[in-house]
């Protein structure tokens, strides 16, 4: 029998989530029922929103229970199928989970297409991309000739925000954490400016940037960015609430921003989405982005760790802003097809 | 030479506003210019909205500026006139301000429609119903079905406001401060139910009579009942910022909501907007406003206060929840014309 390693959700955390909230167990892996399929784990995706699905607390998608295998995004590789629509070898993709082996009904796995590879597959070209593209342009509606801000701007989905905006023919400008990452929007990303939140007044840097105002907002992080944001708005502003890392590892509820008024006196719009209602719009998202991929007009970083045992430590790079790109983790590399 | 007796921004408020920081002067009333018009003043309007214009802050409008005649809404009637669109007798309105005579250029004036009351002009016809018919059904879109909860719901805008859900076909909930206001909304303005925020859990009652959760918050308060709708959100909701009385008064502004993530899990929309971009459209809502009215659809309450000395304390009324419907102080009848 082959052994399947899994990371289980021991205890929930309060405050910052850490290797104490997992277990590390072996166990066997199963034989496979009817259509169901066994991949084996190549990589695995780390998002902010993961933090959210261990909280006991209704949300978009029921918690991790207890016990059970922390879910996580994955691509893996066929090596066992029940399923007509799945052969051994193929690349998948799915919500695999924190496991070296993954059993599921073929209808929960996706093939990779052709040339796509899992890292890709797991940021620009995934989910991650996918929330970018209908974060900006569904829901900020850019115009050419707006102001973009965005926060996270160094993270995967900031970093690809700002630069279809850029596409768009907006200015843009990223916040992001220590001048590596600032350097790294401007030189490579393309990003009109960047300011870095940690040794930089946000407010102040946003006034001498962006002295036409805000049209466009798009946060990752909430707490006192969005607030110095929604003090800046131009008329008719679009503030896009894409996540709120800052506040997911508080212990309690943080105060929000205390210039909500200013969404009246601008006459602003702040709107929250989910990525999975724009799930059956991704041919869409694929035809343009593939697009600018090969027109080199979308560059993205990937921050590749390694190792099954560094799985909930990698976790917390993003919380503590280590990761530059898109944060995964690589259990192996494909076998020939 | 006629005397004009106002009242002048004497210092700017910290905290809650009240006669001290206005001087009443008696003043001349001056030649007309060409084009210019005279108006006695009949009837002024309160507004929560002015507790800002007072505030050395850039908004929608410039400050008062100190030794200006406090701005108001108000209703009169024209006593001279170098303009040939005004006569003598003409029932107008405009920004007259805290005063018995106001002298403008006949550009300020609107002309009241027959049989329209000076009441009516400032209230249920004027910028407050504008406010309310435009909040609620070009910011909030409200859906046949959809359970509707609207803050300061005794309000001016509040009343008129959910009386309009409730013609589209929506569940309405209002809260409101006091057992008298919850009668007059269940038994005149046609409710579905009424919450008494000053003698109940909003919170829990928000969940007894809406287990459906909120499709709209028509937000006139801000503060802790705004906290309380955001996490009673159903999924696509619409959150209407109208006003935020609650924090007008405040000495420093007060946190914000900490729950704004739910705006991202239940991918709903927060927006303010300014009844003045809607000026133009003045004659929809007059449409349909003078039909519902004419059909008995909604009623309206006026609170009608009288003498010039009382003018400031009738602001404060505002701001301590006295009012049930539209303040407004009465300073004479129209003339015969």
């Given amino acids: 029998m082959t052994k399947n390693r899994q990371w289980l959700l021991r205890k929930r955390p309060e405050g910052m989530i850490s290797q104490e909230h997992f277990e590390c167990v072996e166990t066997e892996v199963p ?3 009817p259509g169901e399929v066994l991949m084996k784990t190549l990589c695995l995706s780390f998002d902010p929103t993961q933090r959210g699905w261990v909280n006991d607390m209704e949300s978009y998608m029921p918690p991790v229970a207890l016990g059970e295998v922390m879910r996580a995004g994955s691509v893996g590789q066929v090596v066992d199928s029940n399923s007509d629509a799945f052969r051994i070898g193929d690349l998948v993709q799915g919500l695999g989970g924190w496991q070296d ?3 599921t009904q073929g209808a929960a796995l996706n093939q990779l297409p052709q040339g796509v590879t899992p890292e890709m597959a797991l940021g620009v070209l995934g989910t991650t991309g996918l929330t970018a593209y209908f974060g900006l342009l569904d829901i900020a509606e850019p115009i050419p000739g707006d102001t973009v801000l965005v926060s996270g701007a160094a993270g995967a989905t900031g970093s690809i925000a700002g630069q279809i905006a850029k596409i768009k023919g907006c200015k843009v400008v990223g ?4 001048p590596d990452k600032c350097r790294w929007l401007l030189e490579s990303a393309g990003f009109d400016a960047a300011i870095d939140y940690k040794h930089e007044d946000v407010e102040q840097r946003v006034q001498e940037l962006c002295p036409e105002r ?3 907002y798009f946060d990752n992080v909430g707490g006192s960015i969005l607030e110095t944001a929604l003090g800046q708005l131009a008329m008719n502003a679009r503030v896009v609430l894409c996540g709120g890392i800052s506040g997911y590892n ?7 921003p205390n210039n909500l008024m200013n969404l009246v006196i601008t006459r602003s719009r702040m ?3 989910i990525v999975i209602d724009y799930l059956q719009r991704m041919a869409e998202f694929i035809e343009d982005m593939g697009q600018w991929l090969q027109e080199g007009k979308i560059v993205h970083a990937e921050d590749i760790q390694t190792g099954f045992e560094n799985i909930p430590a990698t976790l917390q790079r993003l919380f503590s802003g280590q990761n530059l790109g898109k944060q995964l983790l690589k259990l192996g590399e494909p076998e020939p097809r």
């Fill in 31 to 33: 034989e496979l029922g």
């Fill in 101 to 103: 082996y993954f059993v």
């Fill in 175 to 178: 916040i992001a954490g220590g």
């Fill in 214 to 216: 805000l049209n466009i």
């Fill in 250 to 256: 508080a212990l309690e509820p943080s105060p929000g």
């Fill in 271 to 273: 709107e929250g989405f």
